[in-house]
């Protein structure tokens, strides 16, 4: 079984940074893909940023440059930097991992962290 444990959330003003952490443990495949989701309410739930084990990185259009997603592999940990946030950033923030094994994908799933911008 696999768990994810997410912090960091808060309310901040608009033009502020929050930084997000997700501690994954349990039975994890080395070879895997970390992520940060957000959904607002009324909204699906869209990706913001992944990054590979080895370190690629993929972000939605509207975070580019403001938001920086990092991970140390030896901790199994995921962050966000979140910079210059908008009211629209909005959210609960939800960390994903996943991999694909035996033409199988396993998705985990952490609980969520509410993120709240006011202008």
């Known amino acids: 079984q696999v768990q994810l444990v997410e912090s960091g959330g808060g309310l901040v003003q608009a033009g502020g940074s929050l930084r997000l952490s997700c501690a994954a443990s349990?039975?994890?495949?080395?070879?895997?893909?970390m992520g940060w989701y957000r959904q607002a309410p009324g909204k699906q739930r869209e990706l913001v940023a992944a990054?590979?084990?080895?370190?690629?990185?993929n972000y939605a259009d509207s975070v580019k440059g403001r938001f920086t997603i990092s991970r140390d592999n030896a901790k199994n940990t995921v962050y966000l930097q979140m910079n210059s946030l908008k009211p629209e950033d909005t959210a609960v923030y939800y960390c994903?991992?996943?991999?694909?094994?035996?033409?199988?994908?396993?998705?985990?799933w952490g609980q969520g962290t509410q993120v709240t911008v006011s202008s």
């Open positions: 994903n991992v996943y991999w694909t094994r035996w033409n199988q994908r396993f998705d985990y």
């Open positions: 349990g039975s994890i495949f080395s070879i895997n893909t």
């Open positions: 990054i590979t084990s080895h370190g690629s990185t």
